[in-house]
């Protein structure tokens, strides 16, 4: 296993356009994260699914942005109708199944996919 | 609104010595702490986590947890200039799968 693979590693679009960022998570993982990370903050919790469901996403994501983890098994997040302040690195990470208190709720992030809004 | 803050930094130290870094939580009901690694254009990696009061060793590394205080710190012994990153601390609420960061602390050892 190669760990968690994002891509594409950079896009570069028009405001107005629409994108697609793929991640193919550790195979054995059953969990899933999106984070958007700006230059100086923190990873941003965007949303997160364990197997193929959805069970939680910030309030602070517009319904321009969508996501989903098919089979439980990839993922994508798709940003419709972008605006400058979408520019951001946006990183994907998986971790196993377990009770919280273990080492399975450790998060394996991939390179992440480095957004820019012209 | 779960928060979790950091100095943003930069800490800077000399080589050889013992680098602090701290971390605040709000949620008292938090029971699993993380500490990771960014370098500069990297994705965040894994130092260790900690879920229990005390300290946690791994080589130059210790994570110190007081819930009753709510923080956590993490220390790094005989710093190297390689250790020259941005530590972020993250913190799950109980029974939550769902870590939130702090904004980082930046860390930078100088020769």
């Known amino acids: 296993d190669t760990g968690v693979s994002q891509n594409p590693r950079h896009k570069i679009t028009k405001r107005g356009q629409n994108v697609t960022f793929r991640c193919d998570p550790i195979s054995e993982h059953n969990r899933l994260y999106w984070y958007r990370q700006t230059l100086g903050q923190g990873p941003e919790f965007l949303t997160y699914f364990q197997n193929e469901a959805q069970l939680e996403k910030s309030r602070l994501l517009s319904d321009r942005f969508s996501a989903e983890r098919p089979k439980g098994s990839f993922s994508t997040l798709e940003i419709q109708r972008t605006e400058q302040g979408d520019s951001a690195m946006y990183l994907c990470?998986?971790?196993?199944?377990?009770?919280?208190?273990?080492?399975?709720?450790?998060?394996?992030f991939g390179a992440g996919s480095r957004l820019t809004v012209l | 609104q779960k928060e979790v803050e950091q100095n943003s930094g930069p800490l800077s130290v000399p080589e050889g010595a013992i680098a602090s870094l701290n971390c605040t939580y709000s949620d008292r009901g938090s029971q699993s702490f993380f500490w990771y690694r960014q370098y500069s254009g990297k994705s965040p990696e894994l130092i260790m986590f900690?879920?229990?009061?005390g300290d946690k060793e791994d080589g130059r590394f210790t994570a110190q947890l007081n819930k009753a205080s709510q923080y956590v710190s993490l220390l790094i012994r005989d710093s190297q200039p390689s250790d020259s990153a941005t530590y972020l601390c993250?913190?799950?609420?109980?029974?939550?799968?769902?870590?939130?960061f702090g904004r980082g602390t930046s860390l930078i050892v100088h020769p």
């Open positions: 990470a998986s971790s196993g199944i377990g009770r919280t208190g273990t080492g399975a709720n450790v998060l394996t």
């Open positions: 900690i879920y229990s009061n």
């Open positions: 993250a913190v799950n609420s109980g029974g939550s799968y769902i870590p939130t």
